[in-house]
């Protein structure tokens, strides 16, 4: 078996890689801080055990596991998986709500919106831990987390604040991952994150952010990191312009220049 740890402050992305069919039984532990971890289905058979319920693994599907209490694994491939560790504390739940929830996870409206949390942050592991923004993208991940969790276990009230927390950072991430692509629009992020363009403007405006505005500042930031690198400085402006979504290169050197007080191609040249 093969682990790696990606760290989003304090919260854990862990890949577990395994090859044939095992079964694992784990004790009780008490030599460290609770910890739950949170697993995105795949299409491998698996099944995990506690607290008398036994799950059966599906794709797209989350269970949940308390690490510090007995509970059974068996996986029946050979293919690897991915889960979340969180600290219990850091969820502010009581016990008896985590311990009720894991039944009816798959049946929350919002499983669909948290397994949709858990396959970014995997299909972005690496890039998203050296990203200054990592410890804000583990807060949203608790934050979500809490919300499912309350969400299965019927508490109206933690599951509407829990959301509300976690939307900001969560959309942060979403754009960042998307930058590059031509089709980033607010009805684009809107419709990724289940809520109205309202909102979404709403929740940006509280945050003192200028939606496109810093859609296209993100963008030109990259841009700059990109005609500053080994590779970039070697690039055409229109390639540059082209990667980073901009309409045309007259357009990107004229948003680059308002930014940087210089043009793309001396930028790139006092690089070089």
């Not at 910890?35 to 506690?50: D, I, K, N, Y």
Request: proline share 5%; aromatic share 4%.
């Amino acid at each position: 078996m093969a682990t790696s740890v990606h760290e989003l402050g304090a919260v854990q992305l862990v890949h577990v890689r395994r090859s044939g069919l095992f079964i694992e039984v784990s004790r009780e532990r008490d030599d460290c801080a609770p910890v739950v971890a949170m697993m995105l289905g795949t299409r491998a058979q698996a099944s995990r055990e506690q607290f008398g319920h036994r799950i059966d693994q599906r794709p797209g599907s989350v269970d949940m596991i308390e690490l510090n209490h007995p509970h059974k694994t068996w996986n029946h491939s050979s293919r690897d998986g991915w889960c979340v560790k969180i600290p219990v504390d850091a969820l502010m739940l009581a016990p008896a709500i985590v311990r009720r929830a894991r039944p009816a996870l798959a049946t929350t409206p919002l499983q669909r919106v948290y397994a949709s949390h858990l396959a970014m942050l995997t299909r972005s592991a690496t890039t998203l831990t050296e990203d200054p923004g990592a410890a804000d993208l583990g807060g949203a991940t608790v934050a979500l987390s809490r919300a499912v969790i309350s969400s299965a276990a019927g508490d109206v009230t933690q599951t509407r604040e829990a959301l509300h927390d976690s939307l900001l950072p969560r959309v942060q991430t979403f754009v960042r991952e998307h930058l590059r692509d031509p089709a980033l629009s607010p009805q684009m992020i809107a419709t990724a994150h289940h809520i109205s363009v309202r909102l979404l403007y709403r929740v940006a405006a509280d945050a003192g952010l200028q939606l496109e505005q810093w859609i296209i500042d993100e963008r030109l930031a990259g841009a700059r990191r990109e005609l500053a690198s080994p590779v970039g400085r070697h690039k055409s402006i229109a390639a540059v312009a082209h990667q980073w979504a901009f309409s045309t290169p007259a357009h990107f050197s004229r948003r680059f220049r308002a930014r940087s007080a210089v043009t793309p191609r001396e930028w790139q040249r006092s690089q070089r």
